[in-house]
């Protein structure tokens, strides 16, 4: 046979070009993958920035005079007046309990027939709160809500009576980067790696899979294609549309749903980069291990999605999580890129939290790579 | 015909747990998520690090310190000397909360003066920050009322008494496991039920049941059997771990519950069918699932309450099964509801169930090939 | 081990799965010279296809030594992997890509200089036919053109060694002729080195040397005349007047000292035990019309000889009763006009034919013909656009449940539950079909007892040899003793043995009274049908007995022409016209 009229250089670059196109093409063809990197980010776009939000309005709540004079309704008023609260008058605290109890309010004010006289006299008049506590997180917010309203109107009330309350030491507080406590600022960033994940490490290890289970992959590894140039062949595309997903998932965020991004690109455009390399890389070693689709699923949402959801503090604190727990989400990558994300949506550019962040990424990226290196090989078994 | 049913169920069921796939699809992620899920979904804040920068020498504002150290929420992390350090602590991320103690502050209590503390948050997390206030705030709460005490001040006029009911500790735990059950019962059947159809088609076995007697009605019932028998058994295992493992009390009554778990299972079922008899391929089938098990679990008030959605989402909240369920399960396992007071969550799953296996037994009918 | 472009030496190859140790190669040595096309044959599980992932260092041998074009496999796969060329039994195509996608991407691995590439791609469609195809996607061609396909990607820079893995399998008649044609010509012009798996033997007859393989053991590398030499003088035809070619062959089949019988055109074709010499008369002394006539031996006459020599006495397999209660109704199914479109194609267009009780029907037709939407319609599985069916007198897909009794169903792959055992799988099927009890258990034993499943009942289906599996799907779309009996390509990829003995059940069945309709690739089985269609592009091309239509093909050249060459003649001059 004749000499090919190419070094072995060009060939290199010839087979990973074509392993390139290759991947672009099934990208294009295959509607799952579309759907994976634009359509999904839309659908938990806006599941998460109308649909979930961690801050309550209009929280129903009983409220129970027993013997309705100026001093209880004036109490009364303020909850009306409050935004938090749609409050409903009970005539009794049976029917106020029994509302409870059927779940049609969330708490009870319940204020006894002696309020007034006890406040009038002087002597510590006892409001009873009961509040739902099955949701805790809801139960405390409702608590919260509920004791300014009541230290809200004690002011006021006093204050009118001619001797304002004593308060020996009040708070000043300032919330940073997210004044409003507006939930959907932080959730929305924090979508950008779930979504990255998705793509990065599900679509990619079920997409490799998919050339086991078809066979493909026998016939290309008798070929000079060697394993280093499929792996980043199939890389590249990969990558491309994850950062075309993260482009169009910030571009909604911000555009859309009004979550300032404070952070520059570049730093953005970094750690999107680094993270989806992160994402492929177990992508690709769920697909060397698992070697068939089903399998591939299963594990990468166990894996890869689940804790990406549950473990890198985009719902959840980590501080706040047990022991052992907090080490496990050492070795979840998202757990970095949401750090990153949240600072640099809502903080701006904080560079120790951005270079902590990167280098425990750069870390576990090295373990990945050198375990596919280590996995990868041309044979069947 | 239960004959043939009961044939067919038995036959699902050997197909699955034979094949080693599928019996670590029913028995690893479950347990998985059940320990992620119980340990690290959690909203109850602990261990806050705290920074107090603390000009004061004085003893007032010493005893503030110590209570807020005293507190399991909170820890203190850093002291810092100066107003300059502030800013890189909360940017970044080495504590959450920076109090601030004027050089004033125990000379102003003293005086009968309002004395101030500032507090920095970081809102990064904006639920974490909103919690950590309230913390905070009841902390402030109870010194300001001891101090006025001893200065032999009046207390304020009128005082809140808060119980809570059900979860008296507010723990978030117990609001999250009898989540679970929902969301592990719903996924496994989910799953099982969707790949079943799909699997049958992708490997032609699906062709040789269409050849047999066998009605497509009675393929569907025979489908959807082991699908039940696998959710029941799944949501028991699951409801046994959370009493016994996570100590959540069940203080209602164990019928209610298993009436909600089998109206669910209907509903998940018929879903998880009609998934399947579109689905071509297994990948296909995966992919439905995946597509309606993300938002069936964000709208089903899982972790957010459905209440602080908008209007129209909380319409959506309606066709979502489980939304009826996790009433069902908190309502039992912590109000201790009967029976009555589950009735509206009953007949809404019900209807779900019905119509989503009616549409399934007419895809079936009408995709046979 | 210098110039030999494959050599193995002392091969040997064990897989553990579930708890079994399996032997795929038993010291396996063979060399293979340069310049031919070599035919690796063996029944199924004989270790065709490990031995060939070996030679492409796909798989790693226990102990031995494997020599491709000089490099040793196992120190260097890449190297063997760069310089061979290797088609899977799946092809290895991208279904989402299109012909001229797949080829690039083959280009693109195998490094062929951009320049070179539009006169190769020329070249490679025009002797593949896919020329009008280019921009078709791969998943859209019909099996022949995809195997094609295949064969021209791994073509797309001649290779010095090229291993194909059963390439015909599922190939109808032309396209195998074309793929054939190919091979021949990339060896003659380039000098290139074949190695080929079949389960064909007609084709193990064209290549140069065959190496036979028989669970994981070598038989024997010599050309396929030397394999066939020690059968001389013990081949002969059979000719009954008035007897049908049919009942001969089961006859002949249980005369001892005969080894094998097969239909072969409108006579009978017997290999005897070495030293028996037959004679009309003593073979059939009831027919003294019977005449016989010595044929040269040819490939499959010694591959089956050596077989059953290795698996000892390999009788007629033990006959299956059935007994069919039958109303005396002529036509069991008719078919008129029956159209089926999916959107503006016509799969079918309007056919008609009709099958009569107890006979054995045969569809026939290239890929894409459209016989496997028709017996997917006849089954119910699948509506029909237009025209009438009828089936035992029913419509399958509007009939109720009990219509659907009476119809026994083979599929083209196997579909029964591979992660059920044997057991379990009769018991679920015997279920569905209604039996139960004392019943049930004696169809299972009779399941076990006649398709020789006894030993095997607790071994999940989907492990079972491939013969096995296709005995079991046999057994089950028995259970109920269905009047009627559809079978999908039943012996595609099966080898030559298990065929035999499937032939012989089924030819039983049609004895007792079983309508059978049958498709095949394999020509020679069509004479086993009483009546046949030959279908193309949606229309019946030729119907009639197989002698019949053997006729046709007949001319001057070729006096008495085989299936094969009246199915190519009709496919071809349709084509023309």
């Not at chain 1, 492929?280 to 959801?309: C, D, E, H, R």
């Not at chain 3, 959107?343 to 016989?371: P, Q, Y």
Request: positive net charge.
């Amino acid at each position: 046979m004749n000499p090919l009229p190419l070094d072995g250089k060009a060939r290199a670059r010839m087979r990973m070009l074509g392993m390139i196109r290759k991947e672009s093409l099934q990208i294009l063809r295959d509607p799952s993958s579309i759907a994976i990197a634009f359509v999904l980010p839309v659908v938990l776009l806006f599941l998460f920035g109308y649909g979930v939000s961690l801050d309550a309005r209009s929280i129903p709540l009983g409220v129970v005079i027993e013997q309705p004079d100026a001093a209880s309704n004036s109490l009364a008023g303020a909850f009306e007046r409050s935004e938090y609260f749609a409050p409903r008058g009970f005539s009794s605290i049976q029917q106020a309990q029994q509302a409870l109890a059927e779940r049609r309010i969330d708490g009870i004010l319940w204020m006894r027939n002696d309020f007034s006289r006890r406040l009038l006299s002087g002597r510590e008049a006892p409001i009873a709160v009961l509040v739902n506590g099955v949701d805790s997180n809801q139960a405390q917010a409702t608590k919260g809500y509920i004791e300014g309203a009541w230290l809200a109107w004690l002011n006021h009330y006093a204050a009118a009576q001619g001797h304002p309350l004593p308060a020996p030491v009040a708070l000043q507080q300032r919330v940073w980067f997210n004044a409003a406590l507006n939930s959907r600022d932080f959730l929305v960033p924090g979508l950008v790696a779930i979504i990255m994940t998705l793509i990065g490490s599900m679509l990619t290890a079920m997409v490799v899979a998919r050339e086991w289970d078809r066979g493909t992959m026998e016939a290309m590894m008798v070929t000079p294609l060697r394993i280093r140039e499929m792996m980043v062949g199939k890389l590249i595309p990969y990558f491309v549309l994850g950062m075309g997903g993260m482009a169009f998932t910030v571009a909604l965020a911000v555009w859309q749903f009004d979550v300032p991004l404070r952070g520059s690109p570049w730093a953005l455009f970094a750690s999107s980069a680094l993270f989806m390399l992160v994402s492929l890389a177990v992508g690709l070693l769920i697909s060397i291990v698992a070697k068939n689709q089903f399998v591939a699923g299963q594990v990468a949402i166990v894996v890869t999605f689940l804790p990406a959801f549950i473990l890198s503090g985009f719902i959840f604190d980590i501080h706040s999580m047990p022991g052992p727990i907090q080490i496990i989400t050492h070795v979840v990558p998202a757990r970095y890129f949401v750090a990153i994300l949240q600072s640099l949506f809502l903080a701006g550019d904080v560079w120790p939290v951005f270079w902590a962040n990167m280098a425990a990424m750069s870390v576990l990226l090295l373990i990945f790579m050198a375990l596919v290196r280590r996995k990868a090989h041309k044979r069947l078994e | 015909m239960p004959w043939h049913i009961l044939a067919i169920a038995l036959k699902e069921l050997l197909a699955l747990l034979r094949d080693p796939r599928s019996r670590i699809v029913l028995i690893g992620p479950p347990i998985a998520q059940l320990l992620v899920f119980g340990y690290a979904a959690t909203f109850d804040l602990n261990h806050v690090p705290v920074a107090i920068f603390n000009e004061d020498g004085g003893g007032a504002g010493r005893e503030l310190i110590a209570r807020i150290a005293g507190s399991p929420h909170f820890d203190i992390v850093a002291r810092p000397l100066r107003d300059a350090e502030i800013a890189p602590l909360i940017d970044n991320k080495k504590v959450l909360l920076v109090l601030h103690l004027g050089q004033r502050f125990s000379a102003d209590l003293q005086r009968g003066k309002t004395a101030s503390l500032q507090a920095v948050l970081d809102g990064r997390n904006s639920n974490t920050a909103m919690l950590a206030l309230n913390y905070l705030r009841g902390i402030l709460l109870d010194f300001n009322r001891d101090w006025a005490m001893r200065q032999g001040q009046r207390g304020p006029p009128a005082v809140l008494r808060t119980r809570a009911w059900y979860n008296e500790d507010l723990n978030s735990r117990w609001f999250i496991v009898p989540g679970i059950v929902g969301l592990l019962t719903l996924v496994v059947t989910l799953v099982v039920t969707a790949l079943s159809v799909a699997r049958e088609r992708e490997q032609g076995t699906f062709d040789q049941l269409l050849v047999t007697p066998l009605r497509p009605l009675e393929i569907l019932i025979g489908k959807a059997l082991p699908g039940v028998l696998i959710g029941v058994l799944e949501a028991s295992f699951i409801i046994a771990l959370a009493v016994l493992w996570f100590d959540i009390p069940l203080r209602g009554s164990v019928g209610a519950l298993y009436v909600g778990v089998l109206l669910f299972l209907l509903s998940a079922v018929g879903v998880g069918l009609m998934i399947s008899a579109i689905s071509v391929t297994q990948q296909q089938a995966v992919l439905g699932a995946f597509l309606f098990l993300v938002p069936a679990v964000i709208l089903s008030g899982f972790a957010t309450p459905i209440a602080n959605m908008p209007e129209v989402v909380q319409w959506l909240t309606y066709l979502d099964p489980l939304r009826y369920f996790l009433v069902v399960v908190r309502g039992v396992f912590l109000e201790g509801d009967g029976y009555s007071l589950l009735w509206n969550q009953y007949w809404p799953m019900a209807i779900i169930g019905v119509v989503s296996l009616a549409a399934a037994g007419w895809l079936f009918r009408h995709r046979m090939y | 081990m210098s110039d030999a472009v494959l050599a193995l030496e002392g091969v040997r190859k064990r897989f553990v799965g579930s708890g079994r140790q399996v032997t795929a190669l038993d010291g396996v040595s063979a060399r293979l010279e340069p310049g031919a096309v070599t035919g690796l044959i063996g029944p199924d599980g004989a270790g065709k296809t490990t031995l060939m992932r070996l030679a492409a260092g796909l798989l790693e041998a226990d102990s031995g030594r494997i020599e491709v074009l000089g490099i040793d496999v196992a120190r260097e796969p890449q190297r063997v992997q760069s310089a061979i060329g290797y088609m899977p039994q799946r092809f290895g195509l991208y279904e989402d890509l299109s012909v001229g996608e797949n080829l690039e991407l083959y280009a693109d691995m195998q490094g062929v200089p951009r320049p070179m590439r539009a006169a190769r791609y020329k070249e490679l469609t025009r002797m593949t036919g896919l020329a009008p195809f280019t921009r078709r996607l791969a998943g859209r061609l019909s099996g022949g053109m995809k195997q094609k396909l295949g064969l021209a990607c791994a073509l797309v820079r001649p290779p010095r060694l090229l291993l194909l893995d059963e390439p015909t399998v599922g190939v109808d008649p032309v396209s195998r002729r074309e793929l054939w044609s190919i091979v021949y010509g990339q060896v003659k012009e380039a000098g290139m080195t074949v190695l080929l798996s079949t389960a064909y033997l007609d084709e193990a007859e064209r290549c140069a040397e065959v190496i036979l393989l028989h669970e994981g053991r070598l038989l024997g590398q010599e050309t396929p005349a030397e394999f066939s030499q020690p059968l001389a003088g013990r081949t002969f035809v059979l000719r009954v007047d008035g007897m049908s070619t049919r009942a001969l062959q089961s006859r002949l089949a249980r005369v001892p000292g005969v080894l094998d019988a097969l239909v072969t055109g409108d006579r009978v074709r017997i290999v005897t035990d070495e030293g028996f010499v037959p004679e009309a008369a003593t073979l059939l002394p009831d027919h003294p019309t019977a005449r016989i006539k010595p044929v040269a031996p040819r490939f499959e006459d010694a591959f089956v000889a050596r077989l059953k020599g290795q698996d000892g006495a390999h009788g007629a397999p033990p006959k299956v009763s059935m007994a069919i209660a039958g109303e005396v109704d002529d036509e069991v199914i008719r078919v008129r006009d029956l159209e089926r479109r999916f959107g503006e194609f016509r799969a079918v267009k309007g056919i008609s034919f009709s099958v009569k009780r107890g006979e054995i029907f045969g569809l026939l037709g290239a890929n894409g013909a459209g016989k496997t939407t028709t017996f997917r319609m006849l089954c119910g599985l699948l509506p029909a656009s237009g025209g009438e069916l009828a089936v035992a007198g029913h419509d399958l897909r509007r009939a109720g449940a009990r219509a659907r009794r009476s119809i026994g169903y083979m599929a083209q792959r196997f579909s029964l539950y591979g992660n059920l055992t044997v057991m379990q799988n009769l018991r679920f099927f015997s279920s569905a079909y209604g039996l139960r009890g004392r019943r049930q258990a004696e169809r299972m034993r009779w399941a076990l007892d006649g398709f020789e499943l006894d030993g095997y009942q607790n071994v999940n289906a989907g492990l079972l040899p491939l013969g096995y599996k296709q005995r079991l799907a046999f057994a089950v779309a028995l259970m109920h003793q269905p009047a009627i009996l559809f079978l999908d390509e039943p012996t595609s990829g099966v080898d030559p043995l298990a065929r035999r003995e499937f032939w012989a059940r089924t030819n039983a069945l049609a004895e007792a009274g079983v309508t059978v309709l049958v498709t095949t690739h394999f020509m020679e089985e069509a004479n086993y049908c009483d009546r046949l269609v030959i279908m193309a592009d949606g229309d019946v091309l030729a119907a009639g007995r197989p002698r019949e239509i053997r006729q046709r093909a007949r001319t001057p050249d070729n006096p008495d022409p085989s299936m094969e060459d009246a199915f190519i003649a009709l496919v071809q001059g349709r084509e023309a016209a």
